[in-house]
């Protein structure tokens, strides 16, 4: 399942604006003018749970989790200050950590994983199932 943050065209542009930072907000003494870009980017289940977990700036408390808006504002500063061999390294520790519960890690990323399910409606891709085993013919056989 990805997820989508913008149902917008992949790239867009809007004006240019002056004294904000690069999140938008009013900066005060800033004197370069920006132009706000929007981009489209999917993310899977165990991205989303990678970066907000692993990554070095985010240092969400339980309660952090619990704030819907908390959680998007820190993913999108995890979005923007990671490239995409970053996020899929976070990917990979989230999937390992998720995978293993006798690993360091496993609670407070069982936390972030529910946050996420909980704040963006993504939940863990289910495992395939394993084909049925016939029992007669393996008695036959």
Same mark, same amino acid.
């Given at each position: 399942?990805?997820?989508?943050?913008?149902?917008?065209?992949?790239?867009?542009? #809007?004006? %240019?604006?002056?004294?904000?930072?690069? @999140? #938008?907000?009013?900066?005060?003494?800033?004197? /370069?003018?920006?132009? !706000?870009?929007? %981009?489209? +980017?999917?993310?899977?289940?165990?991205?989303? %749970?990678?970066?907000?977990?692993?990554?070095?700036?985010?240092?969400?408390?339980?309660?952090? +989790?619990? *704030? !819907?808006?908390?959680?998007? /504002?820190? $993913?999108? @500063?995890? =979005? =923007?200050?990671?490239?995409?061999?970053?996020?899929?390294?976070?990917?990979? $520790?989230?999937?390992?950590? $998720? !995978?293993?519960?006798?690993?360091?890690?496993?609670?407070?990323? *069982?936390?972030?994983? /529910?946050?996420?399910?909980?704040?963006? #409606?993504?939940?863990?891709?289910?495992?395939?199932?394993?084909?049925?085993?016939?029992?007669?013919? +393996?008695?036959?056989?």
């Amino acid at each position: 399942m990805h997820a989508s943050f913008a149902a917008q065209p992949s790239l867009t542009t #809007g004006a %240019v604006e002056e004294n904000v930072s690069l @999140f #938008g907000e009013t900066e005060p003494g800033q004197d /370069e003018a920006r132009l !706000s870009v929007r %981009v489209s +980017l999917s993310l899977r289940f165990f991205d989303l %749970v990678g970066l907000l977990a692993f990554h070095p700036a985010m240092m969400l408390t339980a309660s952090d +989790l619990l *704030k !819907s808006e908390e959680l998007a /504002e820190a $993913l999108r @500063f995890a =979005i =923007i200050s990671s490239d995409a061999d970053q996020i899929e390294e976070y990917s990979e $520790l989230a999937r390992t950590a $998720l !995978s293993h519960p006798r690993r360091s890690f496993y609670a407070y990323t *069982k936390l972030v994983a /529910e946050a996420v399910t909980r704040t963006f #409606g993504m939940t863990a891709p289910q495992p395939p199932t394993a084909p049925a085993v016939n029992t007669l013919r +393996l008695v036959a056989a």
